[in-house]
């Protein structure tokens, strides 16, 4: 007499609910690392409702006390800056630089680095905080 149980175990491990969690986790660290543009300076910036859809490669900011900043490099002249900024935005295909100003700072300092922006041909971005 040939008895046999009906009741087997399988040993196969199904991996498909460990690779969903994976993707799901690699998706969130992806949307959140683009989310984060880091800026180092404290500054008060002007308000606006309005956003550029264009995407900068670099950002050049103007604290209160007149430093100016590339990324979060301190830039010790316009020259410097100027040089800075061709140096980083050589290769790129359509240059565009956020200018990242504290409310306190003159116009005519704005208008500096435009013009720095505008010899070179860079695109520039005027960074603001949303209207509250």
Do not use: C, W
Not at 57 to 86: A, C, H, M, N, P
């Amino acid at each position: 007499m040939a008895l046999r149980s009906r009741n087997k175990v399988d040993a196969n491990f199904s991996m498909s609910s460990m690779t969903d969690i994976v993707f799901l986790l690699l998706i969130f660290f992806m949307v959140t690392s683009t989310l984060i543009a880091p800026n180092a300076l404290k500054l008060l910036l002007p308000q606006s409702n309005s956003q550029a859809p264009a995407k900068p490669q670099t950002t050049v900011s103007i604290t209160k006390d007149f430093q100016y900043f590339v990324g979060e490099q301190r830039v010790s002249s316009l020259d410097d800056l100027e040089y800075k900024l061709r140096v980083k935005l050589a290769n790129e295909e359509d240059p565009t630089l956020s200018l990242h100003v504290d409310k306190s700072v003159p116009m005519e300092e704005v208008v500096k680095v435009m013009n720095i922006a505008k010899d070179n041909k860079f695109k520039v971005i005027l960074a603001t905080s949303p209207l509250k």
